[in-house]
């Protein structure tokens, strides 16, 4: 009977010391080391976008809720409804005054927001953007496409289509800085890498598919031997398509666009366009929540901190481009 | 004595689930959810540098060890013990010979080690490049500075010390693509944003110290208003240090210099030299792991893995840059 105590007592308390040490592990050990990266449920990390029911920003959307499963943290989804600047203060005032644990924030032009995305980084809450920054404010980090790379990759795909010779056109956007990044970069390229190729015209389409096609029947007829034509936006990049296959003439002529929204894939599909460059959007909201979960977990350089130095995560992170072909369109399709 | 055995066996099953329970979550739930992101201690991830004993590499290593930590992987540190590209190839053969769970490479050169990591990549061991890249292989991504942007920042720095106005000069190392880059954005920053100052020189100072303070000394004589010099490397730092001191025009000439080596840490510290730019080196360490985790237990875009396409990760990481000057110059020396 006093031997079977003994044995009752020694498991009894095997029995505590283990419950103490997994439990003890569990709550004293930082995220920092023995558990793996990840957060509390309670943490909630908040993306804000304008025209917030775009399909472009489902993708986005979905890279930050697989960041935060990974992470084991919550996050939410908010916008303006509209392209409006006013109601995207507002929306992101809000969400300010609701105190979340992180905002990635997609900025409507560069400036109108920086007053207030440095409200909320003065107050103690971590903004990174994604997609379209606001490289005056004090946001900790931009995730998006490097446009003029974009265009590079526009412009070596042209060339594979073209076997590096013959004359290319270029429809964009004249009036919007990351078109133009992407036309240089495609200009630049054609030029200093393809001797027997030639950029012979760059012209607005303006963001619209009927100005784009009217645009596109100019062009051919002005240049008959037109091979190529990169299109640097997706309306642009449709009525394009359009314009060439009315005048018939899509054996000759290759079409890169950009984006992949339903009309561009379709004409993928068809074989109108040869390829389009989709950006790396689930990326860009999959990398901003594990950006935003390192500047609140403080999981920074040890030195940054003490310092308090203002590069506490990469400036910038460029999402990538992936080239889109009738081979691996239908993937696109489901997204 | 029954009763006593009923409690006996019922405590033992409560232990025997309870043991089950623990071991069981562990075992079965994936990094992906409820666990956080957290790999296996057997995991295996390499770095591998050239002229491996230099300082400059300790930030880099330190943040790779503090994201192993993090992620509850293990990690190892290799590289050539002198500048010599073929040595580099040997060591990486080494490594890819053991099959490691990833590799983060910083590369002599950007030509000579592509078909070594491509064969690595090609043999299913990822690999990224950090601080010094290799474009044209496959590796999946580059985490490093952008030269170009240090330039506008040092342009900037020189801005406000300078209050906006004044004649300023570069020593720079001509030959290296990096540092044209570096010289190009202060250049470009300085005529485009600051009207009152000009850049009136720009110099070879060889990356070395000797030849940049004699450099220096021809560019005081032949600008005797000069007020401003950035220089794009740490030796040439030194050296230009050594002359406007040697000159006793510490009170008339401001010195932006780059890294932080110990020589430029004291000139900083003496007030010779007013800043210095420091590189993101353990966050290209840190970066580089965490990209290398994603990679092996593939955490990356579902539709990227589905396609098999070239851009699971972002491409390009600017892992930023720190001011160094008087004021947190101190936490520097410590690393």
Do not use: C
Not at 4 to 17: D, K, R
Not at 100 to 107: C, D, V
Not at 284 to 291: A, D, E, N
């Amino acid at each position: 009977m006093k031997k079977l105590l003994v044995i009752y007592a020694v498991l009894l308390s095997a029995f505590m010391f283990y419950v103490y040490q997994v439990h003890f592990k569990e709550t004293t050990a930082s995220p920092w080391e023995m558990r793996g990266l990840q957060g509390e449920i309670t943490e909630n990390y908040v993306m804000v976008t304008f025209q917030s029911g775009m399909d472009y920003w489902k993708s986005s959307l979905k890279g930050f809720e697989d960041a935060a499963k990974a992470l084991n943290v919550s996050v939410e989804y908010r916008g303006a409804a509209q392209y409006d600047l006013e109601e995207q203060i507002t929306v992101l005032e809000q969400v300010i005054a609701k105190r979340p644990t992180g905002i990635a924030l997609s900025a409507i032009d560069p400036d109108g927001l920086t007053d207030t995305i440095n409200k909320a980084i003065n107050s103690g809450i971590p903004v990174v953007l994604f997609d379209s920054g606001a490289p005056e404010s004090k946001a900790y980090s931009f995730l998006g496409t490097n446009n003029y790379s974009a265009g590079v990759q526009a412009a070596h795909e042209m060339a594979i289509l073209l076997e590096e010779k013959g004359d290319v056109a270029v429809i964009t956007h004249l009036n919007q800085l990351n078109h133009q990044e992407r036309t240089t970069g495609f200009e630049t390229t054609i030029q200093e890498e393809y001797p027997n190729m030639n950029v012979v015209a760059v012209r607005d389409g303006q963001g619209d598919r009927l100005h784009s096609r009217q645009v596109t029947h100019e062009i051919m007829e002005q240049y008959p031997n037109l091979a190529g034509i990169f299109a640097s936006e997706a309306n642009g990049g449709v009525g394009v398509g359009e314009a060439v296959r009315l005048e018939k003439k899509l054996d000759d002529i290759r079409i890169i666009s950009f984006d992949t929204d339903k009309g561009t894939l379709e004409m993928v599909e068809e074989g109108i366009i040869s390829a389009t460059l989709a950006q790396g959007t689930w990326n860009m909201g999959y990398w901003s929540l594990i950006s935003l979960f390192h500047l609140h977990h403080e999981l920074t350089e040890p030195q940054v901190l003490k310092t308090r130095d203002l590069a506490p995560l990469p400036l910038y992170v460029d999402t990538g481009i992936t080239i889109v072909t009738k081979e691996n369109v239908e993937s696109y399709f489901a997204k």
